[in-house]
């Protein structure tokens, strides 16, 4: 199976900051991957998908980029709401997904 | 706008079975090219995929998990299941139900099962 491995766990960071978030797979996986932000107590919501395509919606400060096995999410000047916890997911197989272990953002 | 709501008891005795349903609406879940399927979060910790089906009615699990899952669907009643046998004090966390392709567009709003005596 392949495994994602996130990093780092939990950072801390102002409004403003350019943040990057950074998830490592196991084995090579193109450019299936997607991130997602998730607020307590909500669902996650999908931010990008084929590791860089910005879903519908979603402010252009996000960017993805990455392929094969190492893959970035950046903010590029976090905002109020963006203080969240973030997660990769590879869907390179189309027959078993896996997520990151996730990413807290936090405001120091 | 497609929509989708999780239901089922939201407490569940150890080593009984665990039984969720995803009711779908403003769509048909009969549509091509879409996976139905079900993640979970255990309380403080991350996100887990359990398991997909297909529109045609293929299965996909997860490994760790296959032994205890059965994922279904009623086109009938525009809605699909999830049953996971023999749980424990570990299985205990919200349940997602989403449609996917590759990524997860499109969420439920997620309910929370806890297992315990």
């Known amino acids: 199976a392949i495994q994602m491995t996130q990093s780092p766990s939990s950072l801390s960071a102002s409004v403003g900051d350019r943040v990057t978030i950074t998830c490592r797979a196991s084995?090579?996986?193109?450019?299936?991957l997607g991130w997602y932000q998730q607020k307590p107590g909500k669902a996650p919501k999908l931010l990008i998908y084929a590791a860089s395509s910005l879903q519908s919606g979603v402010p252009s400060r996000f960017s993805g980029s990455g392929s094969g096995t190492d893959f970035t999410l950046t903010i590029s000047s976090l905002q109020p709401e963006d203080f969240a916890t973030y997660y990769c997911l590879q869907d390179y197989n189309y027959r078993t997904w896996t997520f990151g272990q996730g990413t807290k953002v936090e405001i120091k | 706008q497609l929509q989708l709501q999780e239901s089922g008891p939201g407490l569940v005795k150890p080593s009984e079975t665990l039984s969720l349903t995803c009711t779908v609406s403003?769509?048909?879940?009969?549509?091509?090219?879409?996976?139905w399927g079900w993640i979970r979060q255990p309380p403080g910790k991350g996100l887990e995929w359990i398991g997909s089906?297909?529109?045609?009615?293929?299965?996909y699990y997860n490994p760790s998990l296959k032994s205890r899952v059965t994922i279904s669907v009623d086109t009938s009643k525009n809605q699909f299941s999830l049953k996971l046998s023999s749980v424990t004090a570990a299985d205990t966390a919200v349940y997602y139900c989403?449609?996917?392709?590759?990524?997860?567009?499109?969420w439920g709003q997620g309910t929370l099962v806890t297992v315990s005596s």
């Open positions: 084995q090579g996986i193109r450019n299936d």
């Open positions: 989403a449609r996917h392709s590759g990524q997860y567009e499109d």
């Open positions: 403003g769509g048909s879940i009969s549509s091509s090219s879409y996976y």
């Open positions: 089906i297909y529109y045609s009615g293929s299965t």
